[in-house]
């Protein structure tokens, strides 16, 4: 299918966010979304190994969709009585109430005006995201954007870009720039290069925030337990190891 490729770049770009990544439960978000696409591929393959065109509903009330595009609405599919699993090029999730687990994949993911009766999962380059879920969102993707109408226990998300806003109990977020302006009633922890509190940022508990290039806060953030932690990027990384190489050399040569 066309969008395989693309999913297969999605699993490499996963698999390789550990190497940048410190905190541990950051890593074990990206190593997840990796055997997440992995495993609907598969349930992508396996519906057209047995003739399903577009999508289907199995006898236990899990809704299967694969295609170039994938669109619950278009579908007229407004309630799934257990587990939901999406991918294709383009996917929608949206106006629709999954009493079980979402599983959504592909290019560009939207999910808009989701009701989730378990947690969400969701990989793709651009990811938008619009749903209350009952326990957890798992997102992942070059541009991960989460609107503050959302609201979950848990938010774990990693990309290269990600905008957090919304109502959650635990949020952990890796990324290349990552902008938080959400209301948490627990704590967050947050690794970037940049980083940016904005504000409607309201954490009432510890927000550790790991960068190696900026950290801006709004004055309006609520964040009075905030531990920040800066770090080598990785250009001062390869510049070090340059001037290591450079003075081992000279050493060498007295």
């Known amino acids: 299918e066309g969008y395989v490729p693309n999913i297969f770049c999605t699993v490499l770009c996963f698999a390789l966010i550990p190497l940048f990544c410190l905190n541990k439960k950051i890593k074990l978000v990206a190593a997840t979304f990796a055997a997440f696409v992995t495993l609907t591929m598969?349930?992508?393959?396996t519906a057209h190994a047995v003739e399903l065109t577009d999508s289907k509903t199995d006898g236990s009330g899990n809704f299967f969709a694969a295609g170039e595009v994938v669109d619950t609405s278009a579908e007229c599919v407004t309630a799934i009585e257990n587990e939901c699993f999406l991918v294709g090029q383009t996917t929608y999730l949206r106006n629709v109430t999954v009493d079980g687990s979402a599983f959504v994949a592909g290019a560009n993911v939207n999910v808009d005006?989701?009701?989730?009766?378990?947690?969400l999962?969701?990989?793709g380059s651009e990811v938008s995201l619009d749903v209350v879920a009952n326990n957890n969102i798992w997102a992942a993707g070059s541009n991960v954007k989460v609107s503050e109408d959302s609201s979950?226990?848990?938010l774990h998300a990693a990309g290269a870009s990600v905008t957090v806003g919304g109502e959650y109990t635990q949020v952990d977020a890796c990324?290349?720039?990552?902008?938080?302006?959400?209301?948490v009633d627990g704590d967050v922890n947050i690794e970037a290069e940049n980083?940016?509190?904005?504000?409607?940022?309201?954490v009432t508990g510890n927000i550790n925030v790991t960068y190696s290039t900026n950290l801006n806060q709004d004055d309006n953030a609520k964040v009075p337990n905030?531990?920040?932690t800066k770090v080598e990027s990785?250009?001062?990384?390869m510049e070090e190891a340059a001037r290591k190489s450079i003075v081992n050399s000279i050493v060498a040569k007295i």
């Open 152 to 154: 979950v226990k848990g």
């Open 226 to 228: 905030l531990n920040v």
């Open 121 to 123: 999962f969701v990989a």
């Open 113 to 119: 005006d989701a009701l989730i009766g378990s947690s």
């Open 234 to 237: 990785s250009e001062e990384k």
């Open 42 to 45: 598969s349930v992508s393959t």
């Open 195 to 202: 980083v940016t509190i904005g504000p409607n940022a309201d």
């Open 175 to 183: 990324g290349g720039s990552v902008y938080f302006d959400a209301k």
